[in-house]
């Protein structure tokens, strides 16, 4: 999650998958109490930028939630952001213990620090669009 002025990038919680409509229901409980408008959705392509199953469960799971919550939905590529978060977990000093235990949600943060930092990069599905 972001603070309220969108410019830093938080950990939150990392959500076992269960398939889309647990997912979904698991990330609106997760976020009830905050106030959300946006969902921005890590896209795992290719290196030759394709789509494969990976990208095509994350469109599932973020048009899911977006229909489901009325958050606007917007995808950033994801290609290396494991890479980065355990980079970033090394220079923090962390364990090869405690990378393996938190590096979906550094990876998280770094997606949407990403978004944060560069809007513009991001792509934003006509069709799942709702406004903010």
Do not use: C, N
């Not at 958050?71 to 090869?96: H, K, M, N, P």
């Not at 405690?98 to 991001?122: C, F, G, N, T, Y």
């Amino acid at each position: 999650m972001s603070d309220p002025l969108r410019m830093l990038a938080s950990p939150v919680h990392t959500i076992a998958r269960k398939g889309v409509r647990k997912d979904v229901v698991a990330l609106q409980e997760l976020v009830a109490k905050h106030e959300i408008d946006v969902v921005v959705v890590g896209l795992p392509l290719e290196l030759d930028g394709t789509e494969e199953r990976s990208a095509r469960l994350a469109r599932q799971i973020g048009e899911a939630t977006a229909e489901a919550t009325g958050w606007e939905l917007i995808y950033v590529d994801e290609r290396f952001t494991s890479v980065d978060a355990e980079r970033q977990l090394i220079a923090a000093g962390a364990s090869r213990a405690r990378r393996k235990e938190v590096i979906d949600q550094q990876a998280a943060v770094v997606i949407l620090q990403s978004w944060l930092d560069h809007p513009e990069l991001a792509w934003v599905p006509e069709d799942t669009h709702r406004g903010a």
